[in-house]
């Protein structure tokens, strides 16, 4: 049974799972521990408890079977009606810095993840630098 203390690392690993981002990358945006604690104080506690429980479950159950860990965590964790939406919160938080409608903090708005997906820097913070009008702008593969 996961505790709160000892839940920090099913959120990074249900995180990775739920962002499509490595450990590695998640990591380096330093906001692990942020958006842990995030959870925590926008959650009932023991429905945050319950996410991470089920989650360290699916994890451990279908470690060797992405495909079907993904199905079971669209199904039992994704829904809105699952756990107060905590999952979709997730998401949010690390790729736009905010829970819900409200950015978590001025550094969360930067670190997002949503930045480097669409190859920019968030507008107002971390700007490309001196001279990158020079260059042409990145093209997106997406259409």
Known sequence: MITLKSGNSTFLSISICLTGFSEIELLSTGKLDTYFNVMLDQSNLAVAESFLNEAAALLKKYK????????????????????????????????????????????????????????????????????????????????
């Open 64 to 143: 060797d079977d992405p495909d079907t860990l993904q199905d079971e965590i669209n199904t039992n964790l994704m829904p809105d009606s699952m756990y107060g939406g905590i999952a979709k919160n997730i998401i949010r938080m690390w790729y736009l810095g905010c829970w819900g409608n409200t950015v978590i903090a001025p550094q969360t708005y930067t670190q997002g993840l949503i930045w480097g997906v669409v190859g920019t820097h968030p507008p107002g913070a971390k700007q490309p630098g001196y001279a990158s009008w020079s260059q042409a702008p990145f093209e997106s593969t997406i259409k």
